[in-house]
Structures are given as structure tokens and as C-alpha cells.
């Protein structure tokens, strides 16, 4: 058997032009310009780059982007700054922060302090447990991404059975929760499951998120299953996932390739999440006038965060 490629470049340039852009000109025709503010701190190559891909789709789509740079020698304080300073700007739909961050800055005081309502990376404990009780909320980009990709292929989960190697917060772990509520079984695996092997050979679906170059391959998959390569690496200037392609292809029914594959379904998710950000900011404001302050952000992340109510 040859998989069928899905192509995740394909589908999301078809998901820009024809659905997002036009809900974008809706938007725009109420005077509304969905906008997303992205925070990046320091030199990285690879967070520049993937900087100027959300760049790229935010101008495909019409929306607005900014992005914020700050060198590496910026403060904790000042990033929770900046992001109070976003959280009160009406006129900001969404925001993210490019990770990693400096070892210095702490990355869930940082996450957490962004508003639930702009959190479009989706990463916030509100709309994390959103997602956890099946409630509707902005999803994080790359599960969300999959879950498109999975249903433009034609894949129905209802009944199947899918492995999720991998138990990230930001890949894992999210997206078994939203296989399970299409009514897959779902079997998740990680750094201590014993015989993966066994756990693969009846997958229908198999999400492969583990950060290891060429981890899964061929012989490991069974006849007919829809593989999902989450893995990005990039090795002696090639790109290459965590699934070996050309063996996989050979007993895949379906395979997302690397580049191309999953990569560019996370960037249009992060597009769309802004544009149903700016759809519910505006509604929320037309409904009560009234915007939460970054002193209420504060207290939500303090909140969610575990620690003493800031007196600010
Ligand atoms: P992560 O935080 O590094 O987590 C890796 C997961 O894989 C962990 O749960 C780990 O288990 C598990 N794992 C590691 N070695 C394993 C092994 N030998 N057997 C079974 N499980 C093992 O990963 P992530 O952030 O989800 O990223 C995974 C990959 O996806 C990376 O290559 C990343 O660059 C890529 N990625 C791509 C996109 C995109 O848009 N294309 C988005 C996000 C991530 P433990 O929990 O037990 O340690």
C-alpha cells in the first residue's frame, strides 16, 4: 500500500483563501480588524522563523500582526508587563509568546498571565480546562490543526481506535482529549510505556508527538492506519518528523509529510483562533461595554497559578 499524502500546506492555503478571508472581510465590514500580537524575546533562528510563517498567514488571511521583539536580557517583569499593557488594549484580539524563553522568565507565570479571551496559542489553565470538560473554547493550534487535517482526509473517529505517542501539554496530551470526544479509544504513550509495539498494532490512527527524529517506522504500523507526524527536526539541513516517511508511507493508508504536513495546520489554527477571538471580544463588548483589567488578568493567573492574590 502507498499512504495518500495529506498535504497540510494544501489544506490550510485552502482554509486561508476560502474560509478565513472571508470571514475576515465579515469582520471588517463592522469595523473590526482581527489583530495578533506576537511576543519574541531573543535571537533564535528557529522562533524567528516560525515568527515570520504567522506573519505570512496572518497577511494571507487580512488580519493584522505585530510582532514584539525584546532581546534576551528582558525581565520577567517586564514581559508580565507588556502582556497587562496587551490584555488592556481592545483593539488586540490574541496574543502569543514564541517559545523557549530565556531560562531566567518563567514560562507558565508568563503563559498564564494572558487573558483567556486573547490566549489563541490556547495554553492558559481557563481554556486548558475548557477543553478538558468538552466546553467551547480556543483550542491550542497544533491539536486543533491535526483535528482538521484528520477530518479533511475523511477520517471518522467515531469507534477507532488511536495511539498518542507523546503526553506534551501543548500536542499530547490535548489531542487525546479531542479524539476522545469525537468518540475515539484512545491509547496514550510516553517515555515509560512498555512494549509500544503492542500498544500500534491496532491503531486506526497513530499521533506521533515525541521529539525524536525517524522514532516510528514502517514495520511498526500496522497495514492501513492514518499516521500523523507531529516532529519537526531538522538534520544536516534537511527537514524530517518523527516518523520515518518512507517506510511509514509503504503501510499507511495516510500520512502527513514533514515539511508541509502538520507545521502549517498549527499556523492557520493560531489565524483562525484570532479571527473567533476578535468575533467574541467584539460580541462581549457589545453585550456589557465592559473589558476585565489587567489587575482582573492578575488576579485569574495568580489564581490559576496557585499563588497569593497580587495586591496590584
Ligand atoms: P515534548 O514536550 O518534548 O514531549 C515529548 C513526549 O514524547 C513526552 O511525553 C515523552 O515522554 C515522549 N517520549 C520521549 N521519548 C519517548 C520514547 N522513547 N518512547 C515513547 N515516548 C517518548 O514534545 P512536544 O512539545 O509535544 O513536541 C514533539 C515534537 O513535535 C517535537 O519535534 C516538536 O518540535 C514538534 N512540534 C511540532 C509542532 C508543529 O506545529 N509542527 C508543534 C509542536 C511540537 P515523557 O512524558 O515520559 O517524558
Known amino acids: 500500500m502507498t499512504a495518500k499524502i495529506i498535504s497540510g500546506r494544501e489544506v490550510a492555503e485552502h482554509i486561508l483563501e476560502n474560509e478565513l478571508s472571508k470571514k475576515v472581510e465579515e469582520l471588517k465590514g463592522k469595523n473590526i480588524i482581527p489583530n495578533l500580537v506576537v511576543i519574541l524575546v531573543g535571537e533564535m533562528k528557529a522562533s524567528a ?167 516510528i517506522s514502517g514495520d511498526q504500523i500496522p497495514e492501513g492506519a492514518v499516521v500523523i507526524d507531529v516532529g519537526i527536526h531538522n538534520i544536516d539541513g534537511k527537514l524530517c518528523g518523527d516518523v520515518d516517511f518512507d517506510s511509514a508511507k509503504e503501510k499507511a493508508s495516510a500520512i502527513t509529510p514533514v515539511p508541509g504536513g502538520v507545521g502549517p495546520m498549527t499556523v492557520c489554527a493560531l489565524i483562525e483562533n484570532t479571527i473567533i477571538a476578535a468575533e467574541r471580544i467584539n460580541s462581549a463588548w457589545e453585550d456589557s461595554n465592559f473589558w476585565p483589567l489587567a489587575s482582573e488578568a492578575n488576579a485569574l493567573s495568580n489564581w490559576a497559578t496557585g499563588a497569593k492574590k497580587d495586591s496590584n
Open 49 to 215: 522563523s516560525y515568527v515570520a510563517q504567522k506573519e505570512k498567514f496572518a497577511a494571507k488571511a487580512g488580519i493584522k500582526s505585530e510582532v514584539r521583539r525584546f532581546n534576551s536580557e528582558i525581565s520577567e517583569n517586564e514581559i508580565l508587563s507588556e502582556i497587562d499593557k496587551i490584555n488592556d488594549d481592545s483593539l488586540i484580539h490574541g496574543v502569543i509568546v514564541q517559545l523557549p524563553l530565556p531560562d531566567h522568565i518563567s514560562v507558565a507565570k508568563v503563559l498564564n498571565r494572558i487573558h483567556p479571551s486573547k490566549d489563541v496559542d490556547g495554553f492558559t489553565p481557563n481554556n486548558v480546562g475548557k477543553l478538558f470538560l468538552g466546553e467551547d473554547t480556543l483550542v491550542s493550534c497544533t491539536p486543533k490543526g491535526i483535528m482538521q487535517m484528520l477530518r479533511i482526509s475523511g477520517t471518522d473517529l467515531n469507534g477507532k481506535n488511536v495511539t498518542v505517542i507523546g503526553r506534551s501539554n501543548i500536542v499530547g496530551k490535548p489531542v487525546s482529549i479531542l479524539c476522545q470526544s469525537e468518540n475515539a479509544t484512545v491509547t496514550m504513550c510516553h517515555s515509560r510505556t512498555k512494549d509500544l509495539n503492542h500498544k500500534l498494532s491496532d491503531a486506526d490512527v497513530i499521533i506521533v508527538a515525541v521529539g525524536v527524529p525517524k522514532f
